[in-house]
């Protein structure tokens, strides 16, 4: 593959209208759909046709194209993913935002001799569900993000694939996801994901010299907190506040999450091919305790108390919905995934209790959970979404009109109160979808300089 780009699977769509320039409607201030993304991406190809490739890179289970951009002609490879997590629409708009930067300037790509490679959306299926009422993209509350809230449950990720006695089928977009790091052999691979509610941090597949310091950096020039000890990445190794490092050596290594599902993460595929990967969080409203750096005097109280709130919340939820079990089958079939994933996330409350409660922290980093205030905040926010998340998909999963008045009733309401609470009790503040994509677009250039450039080129040959 060096100084290649990859085969074209599946002719670039057409273009509306020639295209001689670059088209001026960025979308850095927006959430772009899976249409616009395309969209854009025709117009972006056909602006810089010695630049920029598109291809098909596989297809989603409903047959929904891949789209893959390529830029620049370099002899080694980066590759960005997007839109793993149908929640997370930052992911889309950083990848196109750094798509219209190359496209502007291909500097980075000549001084870094690499071919910088965007899959603007690994999952459109999951993604085409939370953006069927659009985005709105100006004066949002975290009450109307929770109204159209849709996560897929665990075996619908495509960034997992089943691991272990390989009962299920890996999902196509898992399997061109696997056949493009097989293929193009990434240097290094950024795979961008966003949070409701808290602050940023990086997830690094090995220990990158200087990338902890930058990140930092970059995230305290735009506003935004770091959290010390996130809850995703319980067993990796903490390198510093907002920087973790995958611990257990070179190999890739399966995981298991809170439902039980066994897996194999396509951040950790590629090491077999010495890839870096570099997981990269933004929040959409920033709360600013997540950094609170000041040692707890009792953490296993702290965590006794968060622990109780996951639980009796869960609890809530169950109860909203009524001892009559065959509300569920009047759900339409378009809604069955919010209700499937819902019911998934009310179960699986006592192993992460279990998890928080069992943690051990010798030899990843010494921080152990609720150590630090700031940590604290984090786990009590996690606490809260988890439930959260569960009662607004079930209450979509009724429908409009509900099948279920009553327990319709009772589900807004908790997501009323709950959503208003996570703005109240954690001063979340809105961060602008432009210093979002920045945090992503940003670090993705300074990692891939820290990587690929000049004074590691030689030790690349």
């Known amino acids: 593959m060096a100084g290649q780009a990859p085969p074209v699977r599946a002719s670039t769509p057409p273009v509306r209208g020639p295209g001689p320039s670059l088209p001026p409607r960025g979308t850095a201030g927006l959430y772009p759909t899976t ?27 409903a047959g929904r194209p891949l789209w893959l951009l390529s830029a620049g002609h370099g002899r080694r490879h980066v590759l960005t993913v997007a839109g793993a997590h149908s929640n997370e629409p930052v992911g889309g708009a950083s990848a196109l935002r750094l798509a219209e930067r190359l496209a502007l300037d291909p500097a980075p790509l000549d001084a870094l001799d690499c071919t910088w ?60 996801l696997v056949g493009l790091l097989d293929e193009l052999r990434p240097a290094v ?36 907190p770091v959290e010390y000890r996130p809850f995703d990445g319980m067993d990796w190794f903490v390198e510093g506040p907002g920087v973790l490092v995958l611990s257990g050596g070179p190999e890739p290594a399966d995981e298991r999450d809170a439902s039980g599902f066994l897996s194999e993460v396509t951040w950790t595929y590629p090491m077999r091919h010495g890839t870096v990967s570099a997981v990269i969080e933004a929040p959409m409203w920033a709360a600013d305790a997540v950094s609170d750096p000041r040692r707890t005097a009792a953490p296993e109280e702290q965590i006794a108390r968060v622990s109780r709130t996951l639980l009796e919340r869960c609890e809530q939820v169950e109860a909203a919905l009524g001892p009559d079990p065959g509300s569920r089958e009047a759900v339409p ?18 192993a992460i209790v279990h998890t928080w409660k069992s943690y051990l922290a010798d030899g990843l980093g010494g921080v152990g959970l609720a150590t630090t205030a700031g940590n604290s905040v984090s786990l009590d926010i996690a606490a809260r979404r988890i439930p959260l998340r569960a009662a607004a998909m079930l209450r979509q999963a009724l429908g409009e009109p509900p099948a279920d008045p009553v327990a319709a009733v009772a589900l807004d309401g908790l997501v009323r109160a709950w959503s208003r609470e996570l703005e109240t009790s954690f001063g979340a503040r809105w961060l602008p979808v432009r210093r979002q994509t920045a945090l992503h677009v940003h670090t993705m250039l300074r990692l891939a300089r820290l990587l690929l450039g000049p004074d590691t080129r030689e030790g690349a040959r």
């Open 35 to 61: 249409g616009e993304l395309a969209e854009r991406a025709r117009h972006l190809v056909a602006s810089r046709p010695g630049l920029l490739r598109l291809a098909a890179v596989g297809s989603s289970r």
């Open 333 to 350: 079939a378009v809604l069955l995934p919010y209700d499937a994933a819902a019911r998934e996330l009310l179960g699986v409350g006592p």
């Open 189 to 224: 691979q950024f795979s961008l994901h966003g949070v409701e509610v808290g602050g940023t941090f990086l997830q690094l597949t090995r220990s990158v010299p200087g990338a902890a310091r930058t990140f930092r950096e970059l995230a305290g020039n735009l506003r935004i």
């Open 117 to 176: 490679h965007i899959l603007f959306c690994l999952d459109p299926d999951g993604m085409s569900l939370s953006e069927r009422h659009g985005w709105p993209y100006r004066g949002w509350r975290v009450e109307r993000y929770y109204r159209h809230f849709y996560r897929q449950r665990f075996t619908c990720q495509p960034e997992f694939r089943p691991a272990g006695d390989r009962v299920r089928e890996p999902l196509p977009e898992s399997e061109a």
